[in-house]
């Protein structure tokens, strides 16, 4: 099942989410006017709209994800590889180290990632 779209606004709503899930909507009402400076109408948008597309439920007034952080983030980076590299991780990953210098922890952390999918491709 593809994770559903999940645009910046309804993102930094999703944030607040995931803290404090499961939450009660007039409390997510409250924390959204604080952090988000929204209004009660413009949550309970957001929260109707968000169910409808399955990114969370509400019932009985209790709000809870169905979609987790990692999935939502997931599906942001698949979609901009494939928008904007055409789908290729290695012009991704050149185009991102070009713009940004990494420290040596950051690339033997990498390195170690590659290698340990390897590891698992080889066992597999």
Same mark, same amino acid.
């Given at each position: ?48 709209? *968000? $169910? %409808? ?16 952080? /990692? =999935? ?29 210098? *990494? $420290? %040596? ?16 491709? /080889? =066992?597999?």
């Amino acid at each position: 099942m593809a994770v559903p779209k999940v645009f910046e606004s309804e993102y930094r709503f999703c944030q607040i989410l995931w803290e404090q899930e499961p939450i009660n909507s007039t409390q997510l009402v409250k924390l959204c006017r604080q952090r988000l400076g929204w209004s009660k109408g413009t949550t309970y948008t957001v929260i109707r709209r *968000l $169910s %409808q597309r399955g990114v969370l439920k509400n019932e009985n007034a209790t709000v809870t994800a169905l979609i987790s952080k /990692e =999935e939502v983030q997931m599906a942001e980076f698949d979609e901009l590889v494939e928008k904007t590299f055409d789908g290729s991780l290695p012009q991704f990953i050149a185009a991102f180290a070009k713009h940004k210098k *990494l $420290s %040596q922890s950051e690339i033997s952390s990498i390195q170690r990632m590659i290698d340990d999918y390897k590891k698992q491709m /080889e =066992e597999s």
